[in-house]
DNA sequence: CGACAACTATTGACGTCACCAATTATTGCT
DNA sequence: AGCAATAATTGGTGACGTCAATAGTTGTCG
């Protein structure tokens, strides 16, 4: 059960952003803390928060969330099948097909016959797509610091750590 | 009523598809550690992965987690507001309607006319609601224990901490 | 060698979901 | 009394997940 949860009781006033009528969020509350008893839950809210914000510093460029978890992959790997996208990145087979096409058509990747197996296409990285990537991680990088904002530096490196233990089985 | 959740998923492992060409993976290597790089895309992944087990249990009571969402909001405050589950939960009011539609037609939670101002509507739990909802939960920490199996009680200790630090502002 | 199973990429269909605009009934303000 | 604001609702559009089906290709086995 839930034993001892000790939160830092800071109420982060954010500049106007959700000025209606939402009375300010203490975790100390008890109906907060079951609210979030349960660590899975937790991850799917805050995971549902963090997409939010990584899409909306994607939104001028016409491409999605989807597309930056491809174009990171590939970032990573020097070319890869379609179907490695599909697995690692738990996406369908069809909806990489759509992916690919969006990337190819704005110049971000392309795909290239495989000299091994002529079914399979290898998608690549092209140039334009590496600098693209360059410019959305640093936009990324201002979204984490919004999302992380009351953990201090140590603490965010101990969650870094525990997240990556968690994310290194299944699917990427 | 009674809700065997068996929490057989042929969703992910589909007769070895992943086992081709698929190298173990492993978070030390170079171009793992650079793709997970970035806490707020790791935690978008996580969330994914954490929401897509939590339907698979959901998935023989009809519901979804977005209906499983406004449940155990409403297991914490003993009645609220439309509105206030919106603000909350982070859903599109119009959202709310389908999902109080569907909780009612289940029977787990009823819309009852607001005292004070007759264009609200408070949503209340029913007992048949509550039930399904401990139901749930049990099915929830065994997925929860799923995703969390590399890391020992206290590392997850500290991960709740932590992740309930950072869900203190902002919506549910 | 030839029939056949398995696989890759692709397309199409269906239901869900997020987001926005518009509507109705009601309230608060002045 | 008049009028802006609000709560719930409806409808539309586009993105998204999942499944079924297809064409082209590969490997296997009789």
Not at 40 to 50: E, I, K, T
Not at 63 to 72: E, G, N, T
Not at 116 to 130: E, F, K, N
Not at 131 to 155: K, M, Q, S, W, Y
Request: glycine share 6%.
């Amino acid at each position: 059960m839930v034993t001892s949860i000790v939160v830092a009781d800071r109420r982060v006033r954010k500049t106007g952003a959700m000025d209606t009528k939402t009375t300010p969020i203490d975790a100390n509350e008890p109906w907060m803390r079951e609210l979030h008893a349960d660590t899975g839950y937790l991850l799917y809210r805050l995971g549902l928060r963090s997409g939010q914000l990584f899409n909306s510093c994607l939104q001028e460029s016409g491409l999605r969330l989807r597309h930056y978890a491809v174009l990171r992959f590939l970032a990573t790997c020097e070319g890869a099948l379609q179907r490695e996208l599909s697995a690692r990145l738990g996406y369908d087979p069809s909806a990489i097909v759509g992916l690919v096409d969006d990337l190819e058509k704005a110049g971000f990747a392309e795909r290239r016959p495989s000299p091994d197996d002529r079914r399979s296409r290898i998608v690549v990285l092209t140039d334009p797509g590496r600098a693209f990537l360059r410019d959305i991680d640093e936009a990324g990088l201002r979204v984490t610091n919004e999302l992380l904002d009351p953990l201090d530096p140590a603490e965010r490196e101990t969650l870094h750590a525990l997240l990556l233990r968690i994310v290194q089985d299944g699917p990427t």
